[in-house]
């Protein structure tokens, strides 16, 4: 509004010039008619004269009373130059305030971040603390099932071979019986042999003490047929 109102009275200063300077010379013609009124034709030239003198004196005097109504509108024109300033000084104060606000705001919301921004990296630190700690664990739990196979499977060859080892000399074993088997029989047959000659009435005349030996014998060799029959029974 300042603005225009200075504009408005740029604008006004040349007609108020102009409607001064005509209002003077209006007045001047009113004064020398009403000073002189019934002059003769002779003096027409006195008139003319006088009227040329008075308006060369309002002239003179013009540019005075034009430097006056300029000092007179100066202040006003100041005035509102003042105030044109002001509104400008104030709408500057104004964008100021309005830049501190954002600027506080800017900074609040920037601590705000920085405060979340912390936590979510302690929460962070901590996810990547457990995330090496469960992998730490199935590392270690890792190698203990390794190890654990690898007795499993240590013990399980030591026990492959334990009882391999067994059975091959279980199969010795069986095959030292059945040779002792076999031997055993064919003693026992001897043996029956012999019961058969003794009990003949040819073979009465023979001494007593062979008899009794061969008796004792016949006893042990049932005796080791027994045995052994009870040891396969046992391996089987």
Known sequence: MSMKSHEMLKSLRPSLKHHASQ????DIQRHVTFATPNLPSEDKKCK???ISHQKNAFK????KQE???QRK???LVQTEEVCSKKSKRNDQILRLCQAQKVLVKSDFVIKRLEKETADQEKASALLLQDAVSLIEADVSRSCEEHKIEQLLSDGER????ASQKLHEELMEFDNIVESLKKTLIAMKNSN?????QMASPEGEEE?????SQVKSLSMDLKMYLEVLDSLKQLHF
């Open 48 to 50: 003319e004269q006088a």
């Open 158 to 161: 030591q026990q492959r071979r």
């Open 192 to 196: 029956d042999i012999l019961d058969k």
């Open 207 to 211: 001494d007593s003490s062979f008899a």
């Open 23 to 26: 209002n003077r010379d209006s």
């Open 73 to 75: 509108l100066a202040p």
């Open 67 to 69: 430097n006056d109504a």
């Open 60 to 63: 003179r005097e013009r540019p």
